[in-house]
Nanobody, 123 residues
Framework: QVQLVESGGGLVQAGGSLRLSCAAS????????MGWFRQAPGKEREFVAA????????HYARSVKGRITISRDNAKNTVYLQMNSLKPEDTAIYYC????????????????WGQGTQVTVSS
């Protein structure tokens, strides 16, 4: 059984930074792409970023490109999301997920999800 545990969320002022972590267990982590999604109140879950199993290939949503960086440490079974220059519209619950089709932007391309971590950006 795959388990994903996100951490690192919190309250930050606009322009600030946060680093989210997602620790994985129960599967050969290094064999799979990983993704981050987010869901704001009243909105659908949306893609944020994804990274290939090797870490060589990454993909970002247009709304976060240049401000957010996804990375992974396969030795620690952990994927990270470094978020800089945060905006109030980044406020959401952030979820990490294990990919089943490589680097992808649709939620159906991911088959295991964490419980999420809340990020709140104040103006």
């Amino acid at each position: 059984q795959v388990q994903l545990v996100e951490s690192g969320g919190g309250l930050v002022q606009a322009g600030g930074s946060l680093r989210l972590s997602c620790a994985a267990s129960g599967r050969t982590f290094s064999s799979y792409a990983m993704g981050w999604f987010r869901q704001a109140p009243g909105k659908e879950r949306e893609f944020v970023a994804a990274i290939s199993w090797s870490g060589i290939s990454t993909h970002y949503a247009r709304s976060v490109k240049g401000r957010i960086t996804i990375s992974r440490d396969n030795a620690k079974n952990t994927v990270y999301l470094q978020m800089n220059s945060l905006k109030p519209e980044d406020t959401a619950i952030y979820y990490c997920a294990v990919g089943n089709q490589g680097v992808a932007t649709t939620s159906t391309s991911y088959d295991h999800w964490g419980q999420g971590t809340q990020v709140t950006v104040s103006s």
